[in-house]
Structures are given as structure tokens and as C-alpha cells.
T-cell receptor, first 112, second 110 residues
């Protein structure tokens, strides 16, 4: 069965370190998204991609970057982790740009 | 960009009663409105969606209504059950990205 996975599921890192969160989908979806979820803010878009070599900034992109070298993967990198980036991160993919988004299981990141 | 507001932030109902969650959006070009349910510690999952060419959609105990003129849409859950307890998110999209509301924590009291 097709799925979307994220790794690691839990991560503790120190301020200033570079961290990469992985997202892998086997739906063969062109569209992929990264969100962060914080209490009181819902889901906020960090970056998104409509296909290989395409990346776009979302509403909270500062301090994050992504790259899309193939259809299946959209890794999210925190260049220099900050305590404000402690959050739960969800990756999602969709077949159509305005279609159903399927979410990964999430990664809980703690920056100390 | 789009601004999606969701109310209430918390909602408690007795089992068997109905629950209504409301969202408003700002961009009249938005044309797709999904609703997601997120149980504690789990990922958001789509429960129902509606497109701008439809005013209402129903799936068993769940229904969504859309008023394009007023730019608001609502989720209706009838005959609520304890397993309906979760956080519900609305979203709006106009073809490029999704904008989510801040969520409603629904508690169904047995």
C-alpha cells in the first residue's frame, strides 16, 4: 500500500545544530508540503514543492530549507536549530494541487 | 494570502447531541475546503471536503456547508459519539497551497 513516512519520529537536538527531517512518499504525488504544528497556531506551512527541482516558501520559512531531487522525497533542513523551532513537524503530499492532502505521522522535534 | 479563522477553539457536547464548527476565509478565489480530524498524538486525516461549486455535502453523520457569498463554511456532526472527540481543522485552498484554521478541540461527554 502507498504511504507517507517521516523519520525520525522524535528528535532532540541542541541550539545551533543543523537538523534534517526526512519525508518519503510512495503515492507518486507531485505535490509535497511541510507544516509545523504548535498549540494555538494550528498547522502552518513551511515549504512546499510541486515537483522535482521545484521548491517554494510558505508562511513560516525563515530558518528552514528544502530540496526536491526526486518525486518521493522532500527533506526539511533546519540550518541552525533554535528553541523557537521546537514543534511537531508534519509532511504531506497530494495528487492535485487543490486536492486531498495526505499527512505523514509527524516528527516531534525538541531544541534545547 | 488567505486568512482562515475557526470557531470555537473548544467545544464540549453530550453524547448524541450535534456539534457545529465554523470557519471563515478571506480570499474569494479559494475553491476547495477540506476538514481534517486529528486524534491525540496522531496525524490529521481528511474526513470530508467541499468544492466551491457545491453548497452542501453529507457523509453519514458528517456534513459540510459552504456559503461563498459570506465566505464561511461549517462542519456539522450529528449524533455525536465519544470517538468523535478530537481536534478538527478546517482549511481553504485556491490551488496553490492550503491555509488551515487554528483547530477546534471537540470533547464528547458520554
Amino acid at each position: 500500500d502507498a504511504e507517507i513516512t517521516q523519520s525520525p519520529r522524535h528528535k532532540i537536538t541542541e541550539t545551533g545544530r543543523q537538523v534534517t527531517l526526512a519525508c518519503h512518499q510512495t503515492w507518486n504525488h507531485n505535490n509535497m508540503f511541510w507544516y509545523r504544528q504548535d498549540l494555538g497556531h494550528g498547522l502552518r506551512l513551511i515549504h512546499y514543492s510541486y515537483g522535482v527541482q521545484d521548491t517554494n516558501k510558505g508562511e513560516v520559512s525563515d530558518g528552514y530549507s528544502v530540496s526536491r531531487s526526486n518525486t518521493e522525497d522532500l527533506p526539511l533542513t533546519l540550518e541552525s536549530a533554535a528553541s523557537s523551532q521546537t514543534s511537531v513537524y508534519f509532511c504531506a503530499s497530494s495528487e492535485y494541487v487543490a486536492g486531498t492532502a495526505i499527512f505523514g505521522p509527524g516528527t516531534r522535534l525538541t531544541v534545547t | 494570502g488567505e486568512n482562515v479563522e475557526q470557531h470555537p477553539s473548544t467545544l464540549s457536547v453530550q453524547e448524541g447531541d450535534s456539534a457545529v464548527i465554523k470557519c471563515t476565509y478571506s480570499d474569494s478565489a479559494s475553491n476547495y475546503f477540506p476538514w481534517y480530524k486529528q486524534e491525540l498524538g496522531k496525524r490529521p486525516q481528511l474526513i470530508i471536503d467541499i468544492r466551491s461549486n457545491v453548497g452542501e455535502k453529507k457523509d453519514q453523520r458528517i456534513a459540510v456547508t459552504l456559503n461563498k457569498t459570506a465566505k464561511h463554511f461549517s462542519l456539522h456532526i450529528t449524533e455525536t459519539q465519544p470517538e468523535d472527540s478530537a481536534v478538527y481543522f478546517c482549511a481553504a485552498s485556491k490551488g496553490n497551497q492550503f491555509y488551515f484554521g487554528t483547530g477546534t478541540s471537540l470533547t464528547v461527554i458520554p
